[in-house]
């Protein structure tokens, strides 16, 4: 091992290799995630207590199938792993293959043997080679492949310890290239080397075969390498064939009497017998909206006690606040300002973590990759890229990652069509938004005794994202006139019960990322809204007592009724009150009122931030402390009907315009980065808005 304090550590294998099950085995919650440098792919990090003395930094780097890439993701690998002079060159590199898919999994090991880096491979999915008949003796193939062989069941974490341990030692490691570059092109490798100081045939062969890509390399080197190229007629295309076949052709010998085929002992394929019926071209989407239909009826049902006791807790705690602390301008911001914002968003965690663990357990058993490949079939008649998929379906957890995981998509207008119409895909953040709306306005009463109606109407505004979104598609491709189309191709993982654990870090981690991304906002957003809230120009704001008293003078008003009356004065003549009044114009053909004309203003920067500006504004001079926040919208009066404010019409038209309007600022702020420009952020802002706009007001129209 290195004699670096912390050594680096690289995880790679092809997708679906069970590296990220590896990753958090190793890493526990001690991991971070950010972004690799100049590029938006993230990146995972995290330390690994090798044992009670020895820790070492892990490195996820991004699944691929090979160290050629056909994406930024890909291309991340080689850009590391090719150059000791990365800062995030790693020491070790463990390679995880699928055991059960043996001969392909071992392409990219040859490849990365190559570059002469300590290799350590880890044949995962033990369990599923013992189901399948296969035999693979592992000491052999060590003996064979000259690195450390271990097996692994690592959804289990069986095998863990025994890579840990073998990591701590220092490894007899013997280098001989499984693939003979510079036989291929000696001259060409050979001046290579020489230019760049390399001492590995292999690295510099890699550097001939993609230095137009290579993001380490300045200008002037890539037209160094080009020259070379020419000169010495390096023609990349046949040499890449002819490695290929050199390649498989080695690993047919190193798999020679390590790995046996037991076919009378084979058991039934379930994988293909489930396939059967979960790809099947009519039951198949059957049972993926029964899904849909669980999870979102799981969301009203299972998170109704738990998030009424943390409505209620933060209520209380306002109360107590303001009954313990000293009267004062602080008290009125923490009781009527912080708390209840902040509790307007902690309150959405039990159904964020609902969403998110049905999320992952679909990932974990498999079932995400069949409803790609099932809404593959879908995607294509409507313009998009198959994979498209992806980006749509992880569109419902975030836009953000979303827009970047377009990234893998090759042609670039289907690619563009897919960041445009991906933030019209309900993403978590509007969750909150559409809980409180629809628990206001939908009854909460079932069909059948399973069937619960709030749970319909949440999975009924999914479903229209979804519909927005591949009918924007659609009409964005007669547009654009794409005539490239691009297919996809995954594999599909066997079928496996969820590792909990992972199920469990993945609740914890987005859960924690929900509260504390959108808290830091919802915090600032708070303060600033309760100063323009309990402040006005002028002296407007002292002689609301006064005005109140001349108005109601003889009106028969209980005391409450007054002090309700002074405090709704004092908020429409704050600064908030001002520029509400003011837009309040432009906004009430949708039924709003200027309340809702704040929240829709300050919900821009998330969209979460909707609930706290509306826990806000009702908190303001609320002497009812205890009062939830649903309890205070569903107190709402309309002054101009005196009925709810929170009606059918105006509740559905609120729905409909956060289903199509742009999900936030950072989402416009990603689309600039990926599209390098503002011509298609700001055309997406103006449709989605006019979208958003036309059809709350013709829901309005409707209902009313």
Same mark, same amino acid.
């Given at each position: 091992? %290195?004699?670096?304090?912390?050594?680096?550590?690289?995880?790679?294998?092809?997708?679906?290799?069970?590296?990220?099950?590896?990753?958090?085995? @190793?890493?526990?919650?001690?991991?971070?995630?950010?972004?690799?440098?100049?590029?938006?792919?993230?990146?995972?990090?995290?330390?690994?207590?090798?044992?009670?003395?020895?820790?070492?930094?892990?490195?996820?780097?991004?699944?691929?199938?090979?160290?050629?890439?056909?994406?930024?993701?890909?291309?991340?690998?080689?850009?590391?792993?090719?150059?000791?002079?990365?800062?995030?060159?790693?020491?070790?590199?463990?390679?995880?293959?699928?055991?059960?898919?043996?001969?392909?999994?071992?392409?990219?090991?040859?490849?990365?043997?190559?570059?002469?880096?300590?290799?350590?491979?880890?044949?995962?999915?033990?369990?599923?080679?013992?189901?399948?008949?296969?035999?693979?003796?592992?000491?052999? @193939?060590?003996?064979?492949?000259?690195?450390?062989?271990?097996?692994?069941? +690592?959804?289990?974490?069986?095998?863990?310890?025994?890579?840990?341990?073998?990591?701590?030692?220092?490894?007899?490691?013997?280098?001989?290239?499984?693939?003979?570059?510079?036989?291929?092109?000696?001259?060409?490798?050979?001046?290579?080397?020489?230019?760049?100081?390399?001492?590995?045939?292999?690295?510099?062969?890699?550097?001939?075969?993609?230095?137009?890509?290579?993001?380490?390399?300045?200008?002037?080197?890539?037209?160094?390498?080009?020259?070379?190229?020419?000169?010495?007629?390096?023609?990349?295309?046949?040499?890449?064939?002819?490695?290929?076949?050199?390649?498989?052709?080695?690993?047919?010998?190193?798999?020679?009497?390590?790995?046996?085929?037991?076919?009378?002992?084979?058991?039934?394929?379930?994988?293909?017998?489930?396939?059967?019926?979960?790809?099947?071209?009519?039951?198949?989407?059957?049972?993926?909206?029964?899904? /849909?239909?669980?999870?979102?009826?799981?969301?009203?049902?299972?998170?109704?006690?738990?998030?009424?006791?943390?409505?209620?807790?933060?209520?209380?705690?306002?109360?107590?606040?303001?009954?313990?602390?000293?009267?004062?301008?602080?008290?009125?911001?923490?009781?009527?300002?912080?708390?209840?914002?902040?509790?307007?968003?902690?309150?959405?965690?039990?159904?964020?973590?609902?969403?998110?663990?049905?999320?992952?357990?679909?990932?974990?058993?498999?079932?995400?990759?069949?409803?790609?490949?099932?809404?593959?079939?879908?995607?294509?008649?409507?313009?998009?890229?198959?994979?498209?998929?992806?980006?749509?379906?992880?569109?419902?957890?975030?836009?953000?990652?979303?827009?970047?995981?377009?990234?893998?998509?090759?042609?670039?207008?289907?690619?563009?069509?897919?960041?445009?119409?991906?933030?019209?895909?309900?993403?978590? +953040?509007?969750?909150?938004?559409?809980?409180?709306?629809?628990? @206001?306005?939908?009854?909460?009463?079932?069909?059948?005794?399973?069937?619960?109606?709030?749970?319909?109407?949440?999975?009924?505004?999914?479903?229209?994202?979804?519909? +927005?979104?591949?009918?924007?598609?659609?009409?964005?491709?007669?547009?654009?006139?794409?005539?490239?189309? %691009?297919?996809?191709?995954?594999?599909?993982?066997?079928?496996?019960?969820?590792?909990?654990?992972?199920?469990?870090?993945?609740?914890?981690?987005?859960?924690?990322?929900?509260?504390?991304?959108?808290?830091?906002?919802?915090?600032?957003? %708070?303060?600033?809204?309760?100063?323009? +809230?309990?402040?006005?120009?002028?002296?407007?704001?002292?002689?609301?007592?006064?005005?109140?008293?001349?108005?109601?003078?003889?009106?028969?008003?209980?005391?409450?009724? /007054?002090?309700?009356?002074?405090?709704?004065?004092?908020?429409?003549?704050?600064?908030?009150?001002?520029?509400?009044?003011?837009?309040?114009?432009?906004?009430?053909? /949708?039924?709003?009122?200027?309340?809702?004309?704040?929240?829709?203003?300050?919900?821009?920067?998330?969209?979460?931030?909707?609930?706290?500006?509306?826990?806000?504004?009702?908190?303001?001079?609320?002497?009812?402390?205890?009062?939830?926040?649903?309890?205070?919208?569903?107190?709402?009066?309309?002054?101009?009907?005196?009925?709810?404010?929170?009606?059918?019409?105006?509740?559905? %038209?609120?729905?409909?315009?956060?289903?199509?309007?742009?999900?936030?600022?950072?989402?416009?702020?990603?689309?600039?980065?990926?599209?390098?420009?503002?011509?298609?952020?700001?055309?997406?802002?103006?449709?989605?808005?006019?979208?958003?706009?036309?059809?709350?007001?013709?829901?309005?129209?409707?209902?009313?």
């Amino acid at each position: 091992m %290195s004699n670096r304090t912390i050594p680096k550590i690289a995880l790679v294998g092809n997708p679906n290799s069970g590296k990220s099950s590896l990753f958090n085995h @190793l890493t526990g919650l001690n991991q971070k995630i950010g972004n690799f440098p100049g590029v938006t792919v993230d990146k995972k990090t995290g330390i690994c207590h090798l044992d009670a003395t020895h820790k070492a930094e892990i490195i996820d780097l991004p699944g691929t199938y090979s160290i050629y890439p056909n994406s930024t993701d890909e291309k991340i690998v080689f850009d590391i792993l090719g150059n000791k002079n990365n800062p995030l060159h790693p020491d070790i590199v463990v390679v995880i293959v699928d055991a059960s898919n043996f001969k392909r999994n071992l392409l990219l090991f040859t490849q990365l043997y190559d570059l002469h880096i300590p290799t350590v491979l880890v044949l995962n999915m033990m369990d599923i080679v013992e189901k399948t008949g296969l035999s693979i003796d592992e000491k052999k @193939l060590s003996q064979e492949l000259g690195v450390p062989v271990i097996p692994m069941k +690592a959804r289990r974490g069986k095998g863990v310890d025994v890579l840990k341990k073998t990591l701590l030692n220092d490894m007899d490691y013997h280098f001989s290239p499984i693939f003979e570059a510079r036989s291929h092109a000696p001259e060409a490798i050979d001046a290579v080397k020489e230019m760049f100081s390399i001492n590995e045939d292999y690295v510099a062969y890699q550097m001939l075969q993609q230095h137009r890509i290579n993001q380490s390399l300045t200008k002037n080197e890539k037209n160094l390498l080009t020259d070379l190229v020419e000169k010495h007629n390096f023609s990349r295309d046949d040499l890449r064939r002819k490695e290929t076949l050199d390649r498989y052709a080695a690993i047919n010998d190193f798999i020679d009497g390590s790995v046996k085929e037991n076919f009378t002992t084979l058991p039934k394929h379930w994988t293909q017998r489930l396939d059967r019926i979960f790809t099947h071209k009519i039951f198949g989407y059957v049972i993926f909206f029964l899904i /849909l239909f669980l999870i979102f009826q799981s969301i009203f049902a299972w998170a109704e006690v738990p998030m009424d006791l943390i409505d209620l807790t933060f209520s209380e705690l306002a109360t107590w606040l303001s009954e313990t602390l000293p009267p004062g301008v602080l008290t009125r911001l923490l009781t009527e300002g912080i708390v209840p914002g902040i509790g307007g968003i902690v309150i959405f965690i039990p159904q964020i973590a609902i969403l998110f663990a049905f999320i992952a357990i679909l990932e974990e058993t498999g079932y995400m990759s069949r409803v790609v490949f099932l809404m593959d079939k879908i995607m294509r008649k409507f313009g998009l890229n198959g994979k498209s998929v992806v980006p749509l379906i992880s569109g419902v957890a975030c836009a953000i990652p979303a827009i970047m995981a377009t990234r893998t998509i090759e042609n670039w207008k289907e690619r563009l069509i897919t960041i445009f119409v991906t933030p019209l895909m309900s993403c978590s +953040a509007r969750l909150p938004i559409y809980t409180i709306l629809i628990a @206001l306005i939908v009854p909460d009463r079932s069909l059948f005794w399973f069937i619960n109606l709030q749970g319909v109407a949440l999975m009924g505004l999914y479903l229209l994202g979804f519909l +927005a979104a591949i009918i924007s598609a659609w009409f964005m491709k007669l547009i654009l006139k794409s005539k490239e189309r %691009s297919f996809l191709v995954m594999e599909l993982p066997t079928y496996k019960m969820p590792r909990w654990k992972n199920v469990g870090i993945t609740m914890f981690e987005k859960s924690k990322t929900f509260v504390f991304e959108a808290g830091k906002i919802i915090f600032a957003i %708070s303060i600033v809204l309760w100063v323009f +809230a309990s402040y006005g120009p002028g002296d407007r704001m002292d002689k609301a007592e006064e005005v109140i008293l001349a108005e109601t003078q003889n009106q028969q008003l209980t005391e409450q009724e /007054l002090h309700n009356k002074i405090e709704s004065y004092k908020l429409e003549n704050s600064y908030a009150g001002i520029f509400g009044k003011t837009i309040e114009p432009a906004i009430k053909p /949708l039924g709003y009122d200027w309340k809702i004309g704040i929240a829709l203003i300050t919900s821009f920067a998330a969209r979460e931030v909707f609930v706290g500006t509306m826990a806000t504004i009702y908190s303001i001079g609320e002497t009812d402390d205890e009062m939830t926040i649903k309890s205070r919208m569903r107190r709402e009066i309309n002054p101009d009907t005196g009925g709810p404010r929170y009606t059918l019409a105006t509740g559905s %038209s609120l729905l409909i315009f956060y289903a199509f309007a742009m999900q936030c600022m950072s989402t416009l702020a990603i689309v600039y980065r990926e599209t390098k420009g503002w011509k298609w952020p700001v055309l997406q802002l103006l449709y989605m808005s006019g979208l958003a706009y036309l059809c709350a007001f013709i829901t309005y129209n409707i209902f009313s």
